[in-house]
């Protein structure tokens, strides 16, 4: 366990392709998919917070502390890893997003371990990023504000620019599995011989 980093669950999308179902809180099994990332994400960081723009009650079921973003307009994953910067207790975040819920138990030690003097990582599987799941340091809040107040919504273009090192995970392409659809949800469901309820 890092103590000394916060992990960002990022809940706050638009879910288009679920038809505009809260993505984070649709049912597999006995929870919802955002508590499954939930609980392969808090044995790995000191503190947790969730990044939602609707439903909070229902995520501070969890009992953690659930922010916004801190601007309107829905501009994706970049606004959730801003929220998570600017409510961090620590000096490092990690970020994952609601729906990938079987994200590597190892995640925020390889991100570390590798990191070396960037200031910021992102997964990879080896054959595509996935810079969601990514850790920030703090410092970055400026470069980021100012990022999304020119227009620029492009993660990827971000992680370049301020020199993210990328860390490839081999051999686990399925843990970065996104659920994006009911589908997906249900063919998860059945390769985890999980009943839902």
């Not at 179902?21 to 649709?26: A, N, R, T, V």
């Not at 081999?170 to 011989?193: H, M, P, S, V, Y």
Request: proline share 5%; hydrophobic share 40%.
């Amino acid at each position: 366990m890092h103590k000394e980093i916060t992990g960002v669950i990022l809940a706050g999308g638009r879910a288009t392709r679920m038809a505009g179902e809260d993505k984070g809180l649709i049912q597999l099994g006995d929870k919802a998919l955002y508590q499954h990332v939930l609980d392969r994400l808090m044995p790995q960081v000191g503190h947790l917070i969730i990044c939602a723009n609707r439903n909070q009650q229902r995520y501070r079921e969890s009992g953690l502390p659930v922010v916004s973003d801190l601007t309107a307009d829905f501009p994706g994953p970049l606004a959730g890893m801003l929220a998570g910067l600017h409510y961090a207790d620590n000096e490092w975040i990690v970020c994952a997003p609601c729906d990938v819920p079987d994200l590597p138990d190892n995640l925020v030690e390889q991100l570390w371990q590798h990191k070396g003097t960037a200031l910021a990582a992102y997964a990879s599987d080896g054959e595509r990023p996935h810079p969601t799941l990514a850790l920030l340091h703090t410092s970055l809040l400026g470069n980021l504000t100012d990022y999304l107040a020119s227009g620029e919504r492009k993660l990827m273009l971000f992680m370049d620019a301020i020199g993210a090192q990328q860390v490839v995970f081999n051999n686990q392409r399925q843990a970065f599995r996104n659920l994006n659809t009911q589908e997906d949800c249900q063919q998860w469901l059945q390769e985890k011989g999980i009943v839902n309820d």
